[in-house]
């Protein structure tokens, strides 16, 4: 396209989109996540200039879009490989703004050893333990069994494209006070206890750590939070939990099976900080072998959005301490055990009390006889600050969420 086109299609672009912003001003603004009203022009600028980009980048292969706006801000491109740090601007949601390792180096992972206080460098804990943003990517296949929790540091990514990568067998991954993290493409299964022993979690320290859960992942007082893609399953506790204050976190596209207790978000009820948690759902398959916990939810706000639940046992979404739940363009297919029909759980409370919780469902998909109990304030302003992204159509979820779990990506062709 001629230099002076792309110019003038960028300046449509940038006209239309501030005449919309001006229409759309009050409820842009009222149903942001977010507070700082210079993050919500960050927000729009980003917006525009990937737009921009993409009209520039793309214009050779737009038909592989699935209506998934985070692979088709970058699974069309034949040269991601060479374009890994573009993941980083393509996250949606709460935890929209992780970058990962975004800013730093990359980072290969020739190595699969592990040692908890002396890593070598190769390995995978030598690279999340280092103070600078680092892309952490793998040589090769290769199963990681680690002998203690894997302390992340902040600004890290761990991107599995173009390798099987799978964290198995041993403690698993712990993001603890840090910030800025992103997990792709990794399959994180089997994760045992670990504990009761040293372990390394910068270049300059490391310290006792008592028994851990057992999480696939554990993210404990962290934010700016991001699990895309991965292929979790069968771990001694949850799939992925987040307590003791952790916010801005989006989970997605992420294929979960063979499982109890799924996702715990929320340290207890009493741990009153939890309420600043924020947390997004959305473009997950929730498949065969779960029984609960998707997710168990306290005192914060969760966007449960456009998922695909063909599998659970006791119920799906759950909770206590009056969390606000927004449910919107969901599919749900119930067991066909008629005592388990019912999609929510209203935990440690009697109905006088949960029946005041903000818990809804917008354009949910019941099959199989499910169904979801709603309750509180049917048009609570609630629900806009637990909206984190606008919900397509729950007749879309079997496409949008067509390619849940860890991808296979070849170099050279589309992933």
């Excluded at 363009?329 to 209203?346: C, M, Q, S, V, Y």
């Amino acid at each position: 396209m001629p230099s002076l086109l792309v110019s003038a299609f960028q300046s449509t672009v940038m006209m239309t989109f501030m005449l919309l912003l001006l229409l759309l001003a009050p409820s842009f603004v009222f149903s942001s996540p977010v507070e700082d009203p210079q993050s919500v022009v960050e927000q729009v600028l980003r917006s525009i200039n990937n737009a921009s980009s993409r009209v520039t980048r793309n214009l050779g292969f737009l038909s592989c879009r699935t209506g998934n706006p985070i692979d088709d801000c970058w699974r069309c491109d034949p040269n991601w490989e060479k374009n890994r740090k573009r993941l980083a601007d393509c996250g949606i949601g709460f935890g929209k703004n992780a970058i990962g390792g975004r800013d730093g180096k990359i980072y290969l992972v020739t190595d699969p050893g592990d040692h908890p206080v002396s890593p070598k460098p190769g390995t995978l804990r030598y690279g999340v333990i280092q103070q600078e943003p680092l892309w952490i990517i793998f040589e090769r296949d290769m199963v990681i069994k680690l002998k203690q929790e894997l302390m992340m540091n902040s600004f890290k990514t761990i991107d599995g494209r173009g390798a099987k990568v799978h964290i198995a067998g041993g403690p698993c991954i712990t993001i603890q006070y840090v910030t800025n993290i992103i997990i792709h493409g990794i399959h994180i299964h089997d994760c045992k206890q670990g504990g009761n022993a040293y372990v390394r979690d910068s270049p300059t320290h490391y310290g006792w750590r008592t028994l851990s859960d057992g999480d696939a992942v554990s993210i404990f007082g962290g934010s700016h939070v991001w699990v895309d893609h991965c292929s979790l399953s069968n771990c001694r506790d949850g799939l992925i939990d987040a307590i003791h204050g952790s916010t801005a976190i989006t989970i997605s596209n992420n294929d979960m099976t063979h499982h109890n207790k799924v996702m715990l978000l929320g340290h207890s009820d009493s741990y009153k900080q939890d309420k600043n948690m924020q947390v997004t759902i959305a473009f997950n398959h929730f498949g065969e072998g779960l029984v609960q916990r998707m997710p168990r939810c306290r005192h914060g706000y969760f966007h449960v959005v456009n998922n695909d639940y063909t599998h659970w046992m006791m119920y799906a979404i759950g909770g206590s301490a009056a969390p606000t739940i927004n449910s919107q363009g969901n599919r749900f297919l119930a067991p066909d055990d008629a005592t388990f029909k019912e999609i929510t759980k209203h935990e440690n409370a009697a109905e006088s009390e949960w029946k005041k919780w903000n818990w809804r469902s917008s354009g949910d998909l019941m099959l199989n006889g499910a169904f979801f109990r709603a309750s509180g304030a049917g048009a609570s302003s609630s629900y806009a600050r637990a909206s984190s992204l606008a919900a397509k159509p729950s007749t879309l979820v079997s496409s949008i969420t067509a390619a849940t779990g860890a991808l296979s990506c070849r170099k050279g062709s589309r992933c």
